[in-house]
């Protein structure tokens, strides 16, 4: 007799995951090559720029010569080389505006002299006035050279690519280039011009960095300038570092003298009143009770000091709510009433932030503690590269950032981020603090923009 055991049945497995084919995205540099296409259009604009511009830059040019020519005839070609050298200076401020127009880059100005120079010193030995009418000079030749060829293979690309659309307006089935022979109107011709049209964008884009270059070289600031540039940054930067560090360490002090003169002491009579009720709960329960509450009068006390430092230190609105909202709490606070305008669409970094708020805090601080205002008013607007700090008051007047009255530290605390600081205040009054601080690269968004009244 046999028998037969349990059988498991066989277990489906799954059907093999299909397999995706991943869609063709976008090919990488299409948009970096349209873009670079569009924008050889502007430099199209450029070279033939130089073309219309070499006719009076070669008079200038001319001009230079003959005043260098007539320089040693008893100075008779002086006026006219002065006069030379003041359209170069002025054709190079124009050529600096056009590079930053058609090829969208910023091309500093070189130092300037020292205004107490004598004026001829400044006008004929100045090397940026002998710079420029080198510049005036080689861009004359280069637009005459590059600008005409451009001119020339952009006009007859364009003929030819718009072919369609005048061809039955021909009296004939040819075209007669003039330096050239002639075409048949047909396909050739056709896709000739639209060749030339999308070649020639990319092909200026190229031949117009030698007039950047030379914007750079002879417009810009020297070898010489930039490390003298460079130089004074760096000693600016450790200055701002050193008084950046001041800063910290007395608001360090500044927090600890608060925590020691405030809170401290009121927990350590908290913890007195306590041992003494303890002390005296069986003996004598009703003066026990009278130091209870005593110390839990005082507890509370401790506790709004301790939300007072905090607040000192970095107020939680103004990491939750922005400034708009920290800068209205303020107000709301100041002895002094105070009109409140705060216009920021993009809200900014947590550092210029927190800046903006502790500068406007010490701002009104001051004006509570000596301008003996009745009213003030700030206002903070924001801009895409800055952000703007007005606080004005009705006061007395005669801030001065050198008498210690805190303006000195407010200065050290905008300089960190290469903030400046203005303070208009006569004697008499009014005083405006004006204060303008870089915004941050990524800003953050922030709440609707509005006015307190």
């Known amino acids: 007799m046999s028998s037969v055991g349990n059988v498991t049945p066989p277990v489906a497995l799954p059907p093999p995951p299909t397999p995706t084919v991943p869609r063709p995205g976008p090919v990488p540099g299409v948009g970096l090559l349209l873009r670079t296409w569009l924008w050889g259009w502007m430099a199209i604009v450029q070279l033939i720029g130089d073309l219309m511009l070499a006719g009076p830059y070669l008079v200038i040019f001319g001009m230079i010569l003959g005043g260098v020519s007539g320089a040693p005839a008893f100075g008779v070609g002086l006026p006219l080389l002065a006069v030379a050298l003041l359209l170069a200076m002025l054709a190079a401020r124009f050529e600096r505006l056009r590079v930053h127009a058609f090829i969208g880059v910023v091309v500093p100005p070189a130092t300037p002299p020292s205004p107490d120079q004598p004026l001829w010193r400044r006008l004929l030995l100045d090397g940026r006035v002998w710079r420029a009418g080198l510049h005036v000079t080689l861009i004359a030749f280069w637009g005459i050279l590059v600008g005409t060829v451009t001119l020339v293979l952009t006009s007859t690309s364009i003929a030819l690519a718009a072919l369609p659309i005048y061809r039955p ?4 089935d040819e075209i007669s280039l003039p330096l050239g022979p002639s075409w048949s109107a047909g396909g050739f011709a056709w896709t ?11 092909v200026a884009r190229g031949l117009v960095g030698v007039d950047l270059a030379l914007a750079r070289w002879l417009l810009g600031p020297g070898s010489r300038e930039q490390v003298h540039q460079l130089t004074e940054r760096v000693e600016t930067l450790n200055r701002t570092r050193e008084a950046t560090v001041d800063s910290v360490e007395l608001e360090r002090r500044r927090i600890e003298r608060d925590l020691h003169d405030g809170p401290q002491q009121r927990l350590v009579a908290i913890a007195m009143d306590l041992g003494m009720a303890r002390a005296k ?23 709004t000091e301790m939300r007072q430092v905090a607040r000192g230190i970095h107020p939680p609105v103004l990491t939750d709510r922005g400034l ?3 800068l209205s709490a303020l107000a709301a606070r100041s002895p002094v009433p105070v009109t409140m305008n705060v216009q920021v669409p993009v809200r900014p970094g947590a550092t210029i932030e927190a800046i ?6 010490e701002a009104l601080t001051n004006v509570a503690k000596h301008a ?13 590269d800055r952000l703007e700090v007005t ?24 300089a960190a981020v290469d903030g400046t600081m203005a303070v208009y205040s006569p004697i008499g009054g009014p005083t405006t603090l004006r204060m303008v601080l870089p915004q941050g690269r990524v800003p953050r968004p922030a709440h609707n923009p509005r006015s307190l009244p």
């Open 324 to 326: 708009d909202a920290a």
């Open 356 to 361: 903006a708020y502790f500068c406007v805090s």
């Open 372 to 384: 003996a205002a009745r009213s003030a008013r700030v206002d903070v607007l924001g801009f895409p």
């Open 169 to 172: 307006a021909l009296p004939s």
């Open 391 to 414: 606080v004005q008051d009705d006061g007395r007047g005669g801030a001065d950032p050198a008498g210690g009255t805190g303006l000195s530290g407010l200065s050290q605390r905008l």
């Open 192 to 202: 000739l011009g639209l060749f030339g049209v999308l070649l020639l964008p990319l």
């Open 281 to 303: 709960l069986t003996d004598d329960p009703e003066q026990a009770q009278e130091l209870l509450d005593k110390a839990h009068t005082a507890s509370k006390e401790a506790i």
